[in-house]
């Protein structure tokens, strides 16, 4: 699905990661109310810690990837839908909003996912929405399985601006 190094081999699959991610039970727009969301992230953190902590990290390596893939500039500079500036101009996402709504994208799943890739119209209905508590699935299975912090880089950053090949104008 996406290239990467001849290193990187997450422990989980991408076929093992979407069905994971379809516990979250996200509707492909991915419209859902934060509060459900929250109990579904910790239910889906529940379900994986039970998982070998290889799989556990592999879902983190997974959700940094597919986040890090979508960190790309068409997807980043669209206004927030239904926000406007005093005197009408686009209210323009923030970093850490942009990155929710990435996360957004993922909750949705496998299939709004690919089709959200290449068609930044199609990004443009979760720039209002946040999904920050996907981003800290694996790192609260990998807790309640070890008793410990997670610790763990990922292979990819994930924050706002890090897919230097997304935004080329930033790093010409």
């Known amino acids: 699905m996406n290239p990467v190094s001849e290193q990187y081999r997450p422990a989980m699959s991408w076929d093992r990661f979407w069905k994971l991610v379809e516990r979250l039970g996200v509707a492909e727009d991915g419209r859902v109310n934060c509060a ?10 529940a379900v994986l810690a039970e998982e070998p902590v290889e799989q556990i990290l592999g879902f983190g390596e997974r959700i940094a990837e597919a986040l890090f893939t979508l960190d790309r500039a068409e997807f980043g500079t669209l206004p927030v839908l239904g926000m406007t500036e005093p005197g ?4 323009t ?27 930044p119209e199609r990004f443009a209905p979760f720039t209002d929405l946040h999904a920050e508590a996907v981003l800290y699935i694996h790192e609260e299975a990998y807790e309640q399985a070890t008793g410990e912090q997670c610790g763990h880089v990922t292979f990819h950053d994930y924050e706002t601006c890090s897919n230097e090949a997304g935004w080329p104008r930033v790093f010409a």
Request: hydrophobic letters at 35%; glycine letters at 10%.
């Open 36 to 45: 459900d969301l929250d109990d579904a992230c910790e239910d889906l953190a």
């Open 88 to 91: 009408g101009s686009p209210f």
């Open 93 to 119: 996402q923030s970093d850490d909003g942009f990155l929710y709504s990435r996360a957004a994208v993922v909750a949705a799943g496998r299939r709004t996912y690919e089709s959200v890739l290449g068609h």
